[in-house]
């Protein structure tokens, strides 16, 4: 069974500081993605990491996987109010049926503070 | 383009009683997926049909059943209500197995308190 977990669950940063969140996982998989959340609303999705080594950036917020470790990071640099919101990991299981199924950690709520 | 769309976006239901919800997508997306949000537990999969016509059982199924009779259309239904299926209720859809590069994309959710 495919397990994720994500740390820090629970996040309050000060603005123009940087932090990184941290995404295990349990099994081999080589695709995992991440996704913002903002309170009452659907899901985003801001990355797609598919290999070893994988790095995307947008903006303030910069991803990377490590699949040899079983570990992604989401990297936030110079925090801004506006990136108060839960982010989730999800790894996809793939179960070798032809599926594409993702098992998401418990989501890190971040709160960016004056 | 609509995207992703779920209806209802909130009900209430008495223990014991019976609804479908419905998710209708419109960007030709072969696989789609229904989840449950609770608090401190993330999003679990209840089921997921990988194209018209077939579905299957995900994390959390029990008290629930779908149908995918159209490819656009995705319904979870559940036949006896129970208040631990109160929860927030995701649908998703997303291309096939070989286009795993894109995300799947979800509907803005159905808020279902059960009493």
């Known amino acids: 069974e495919l397990k994720v977990e994500q740390n820090p669950l629970f996040l309050s940063m000060q603005e123009g500081k940087n932090y990184t969140i941290y995404c295990n996982y349990s099994t081999t998989s080589d695709r995992l993605y991440w996704y913002r959340q903002d309170p009452g609303k659907s899901l985003e999705s801001l990355f797609v990491?598919?290999?070893?080594?994988a790095v995307k950036q947008e903006g303030r917020l910069m991803a990377s996987l490590d699949t040899k470790a079983r570990l992604s990071t989401l990297h936030i640099t110079a925090a801004v109010h506006d990136l108060s919101a839960t982010y989730f990991c999800a790894v996809d299981m793939d179960s070798g049926a032809g599926s594409y199924q993702l098992t998401f950690g418990k989501g890190t709520k971040l709160s960016v503070i004056p | 383009n609509a995207g992703v769309t779920q209806t209802p976006k909130f009900r209430v239901l008495k223990t014991g009683q019976s609804m479908t919800l419905l998710c209708a997508q419109d960007m030709n997306h072969e696989y789609m997926y229904w989840y449950r949000q609770d608090p401190g537990m993330g999003l679990r999969l209840i089921h997921y049909s990988v194209g018209e016509g077939t579905t299957a059982k995900g994390e959390v199924p029990d008290g629930y059943n779908v149908s995918r009779l159209k490819k656009q259309n995705f319904l979870l239904g559940l036949e006896s209500a129970a208040p631990s299926q109160t929860s927030v209720y995701f649908c998703a859809s997303s291309y096939s197995i070989r286009f795993y590069n894109q995300p799947q994309h979800f509907g803005d959710g159905t808020r279902l308190s059960i009493l």
């Open positions: 990491l598919l290999s070893n080594g």
